[in-house]
């Protein structure tokens, strides 16, 4: 089991630690294992930052009893723990490669900011994607969702619009900021959450999880993790829908390859996902049976993408 494996239950954490000169050893000591504590101390303990809240006094559940506030976002923790994260991450990588103590370095939230600012009120992040057409054709009333990269919140306020319980999160406080003070997404409980770290929220509490363009950002062990994660939350017989760029995207292969169908182009960073690997992602230790798996095109940003669209459900173990 590789240290991504920990999982945190409530305020304890039983860390399974590498040894890299040799076997694995369970709760190995800060002094024993120098920077690999240091990842998963961020990984597990969140530090408290104060939350998104529409009002105040509003419970908030990010993860180990943070502090709420109204209407403002306080994120100079949040930002210091991701970019802390990222260079972190970059020792998972082999150390020949020159490149890898710069791979993750804390660029990746304020590239997203920026980007949400730029295209924030174009017409295309307006209108529902097809992807979330596609979910909400195969969904019966009132059901529990929680969606992961929910950027400009457009899926996420359709979805609750079809008559759904939505929950949308999203790396990029301003993206978080914009939605809780917008009007139309008033019926949405929009949160912070970087996808590195355990999701905030109580096991099986969800029946659908969705993310769009949202779970291709990193590399192999992190992607791992992620599929724990949202396995996690999901309720037994729950669904996972989402959709992934793939190998045969025309933006596979261009920039510095960091990482098997890892690369990073124009400092953005890209995971590009085969029907191959999605398989094998999801039937780890039988996290997922998958009930369709497709490639199709997919337009994002007005450039047509090719991507791997998949509807998972979560084992009943």
């Not at 970019?83 to 997203?112: E, I, T, Y």
């Not at 989402?242 to 953005?268: A, M």
């Not at 996902?273 to 994002?300: I, N, W």
Request: hydrophobic content about 35%.
């Amino acid at each position: 089991m590789d240290i991504q494996r920990m999982r945190c239950h409530r305020d304890e954490c039983r860390p399974v630690l590498p040894n890299h000169d040799g076997p694995e050893r369970e709760g190995a000591t800060p002094a024993q294992q120098g920077s690999t504590w240091l990842l998963v101390r961020l990984t597990c303990f969140v530090p408290r930052v104060r939350c998104l809240a529409a009002d105040p006094g509003v419970t908030c559940q990010y993860p180990f009893k943070p502090e709420c506030s109204s209407g403002r976002v306080k994120t100079k923790e949040f930002k210091r723990t991701t970019a802390l994260v990222w260079s972190a991450m970059a020792s998972r990588f082999d150390d020949k490669s020159a490149s890898a103590p710069n791979v993750f370095d804390g660029d990746q939230l304020r590239l997203w900011n920026n980007y949400h600012r730029q295209y924030w009120n174009s017409e295309e992040r307006i209108r529902p994607t097809s992807s979330a057409l596609v979910l909400a054709d195969g969904l019966s009333r009132g059901r529990r969702i929680l969606e992961l990269g929910c950027g400009s919140g457009r899926d996420a306020v359709f979805l609750q619009r079809r008559g759904h319980v939505v929950t949308a999160t999203d790396f990029s406080e301003f993206a978080i900021e914009a939605n809780l003070h917008s009007p139309e997404a008033s019926g949405v409980d929009f949160s912070l959450h970087d996808l590195r770290t355990p999701l905030k929220f109580s096991a099986a509490s969800f029946d659908v999880v969705y993310a769009r363009l949202s779970l291709h950002y990193f590399p192999d062990s992190i992607t791992r993790d992620v599929f724990w994660e949202i396995h996690r939350v999901l309720r037994p017989a729950g669904k996972v829908f989402f959709v992934c760029r793939s190998t045969d995207d025309v933006l596979f292969g261009q920039g510095e390859e960091i990482g098997p169908d890892l690369f990073r182009s124009d400092g953005q960073i890209r995971h590009f996902f085969s029907q191959e690997y999605t398989k094998d992602v999801l039937s780890a230790e039988g996290l997922f049976a998958v009930d369709s798996l497709v490639l199709r095109d997919e337009l994002v940003y007005g450039s047509h993408a090719s991507v791997v669209q998949c509807l998972a459900e979560r084992s009943r173990d």
